[in-house]
């Protein structure tokens, strides 16, 4: 990770992510039981996570993987670290560890049978000696499991929301070779990544289902709320034009998300691949 990366997410960003933790596990969270489902922790297994985010899936893998089994999640943020450490001792795991380190460099004291991560893989400044490190932090025969976003024509969820702020400002364009959530959308450009770094038997299956933007129970208010804060849409709107300008694009927002108002959240469609690989 960037010297920039690490200072955003033990700061503003690592802060904006927790204050809106709740809607941001909410919003994956039909993705993320699928990528759950295909990894399928059994007890006994050791784990490491890479980007463990709120520790949601952390406490998840302990369960599964104890007695005898346990977890480590590595992450850059320390707010982080520390957030999902409470979490675990409050749901009561006794195997799961958090170590605040970039996931591209970090050595561990022992190889671990699988690797996993959900989204916490597209924004490596090198991705292929990150996906080498993690590769050294897995034992022979054991597997890499992870999610990362499908291409944005496939994620209208956001394509939607950033067409209408670039209507006001010049929304930063995307460079699909740099970090990013769609850094790893071409699978590919995935599969010719991962077997560089060492992996071998990489699968990429599409998944493809319901976004809940902002979140279960998301009203289309609250929803443009989410989008504009802790996605940072709003930044670059109140940089240009002030409150008046975000209030524009809230509004307009808010009227793309009323058709998707659906069994009380806002359903989207949205793409996902989930990758597969073995050491």
């Known amino acids: ?29 039909p993705v993320n039981a699928a990528l759950m489902k295909a990894a399928d922790f059994k007890p006994g297994e050791s784990v ?22 346990d977890y480590l999640g590595v992450d850059i943020s320390e707010i982080l670290v520390d957030h999902s450490r409470k979490r675990a001792a ?33 924004f490596f400044d090198n991705p292929e000696k990150a996906f080498a490190n ?3 932090w897995v034992k022979p025969g054991g597997d890499f499991v992870f999610s990362c976003w499908a291409v944005p ?31 790893m959308a071409d699978p590919d450009a995935t599969k010719a990544l991962l077997e560089g770094a060492g992996w071998k038997d990489v ?21 443009a709320g989410f989008v504009l804060e802790a996605l940072a849409i709003g930044e670059p709107l109140e940089e240009e034009g002030g409150p008046e300008l975000v209030e524009k694009a809230r509004a307009d927002i808010v009227k793309a998300l009323k058709p998707f108002h659906k069994d009380g959240s806002i359903r989207m469609d949205a793409a996902a691949w989930i990758v597969t690989a073995k050491a």
């Open 153 to 183: 024509d496939m994620n209208p969820w956001i394509g939607i929301v950033g067409a209408i702020a670039g209507e006001y400002v010049e929304m930063p364009e995307r460079d699909p070779e740099g970090p990013g959530p769609f850094r």
């Open 48 to 69: 490491v996570e890479v980007g463990f985010g709120g520790g949601k899936n952390a406490v998840e893998i302990a369960k599964a993987t104890a007695p005898s089994g």
């Open 90 to 122: 409050e749901a009561g795991v006794e195997n799961a560890s958090f170590l605040c380190a970039d996931a591209g460099a970090a050595k561990l004291d022992a190889p671990r049978d699988r690797a996993f991560s959900s989204f916490g893989v597209m």
């Open 134 to 136: 993690i590769r050294s």
């Open 203 to 223: 699968k990429c299956t599409l998944w493809r289902g319901e976004q809940l933007v902002g979140g279960e129970g998301a009203s289309p208010e609250s929803a």
């Open 1 to 29: 990770m960037t010297d920039q990366a690490v200072e955003d997410w033990n700061g503003e960003v690592g802060e904006r992510w927790l204050k809106h933790l709740d809607p941001f596990e909410s919003m994956i969270s």
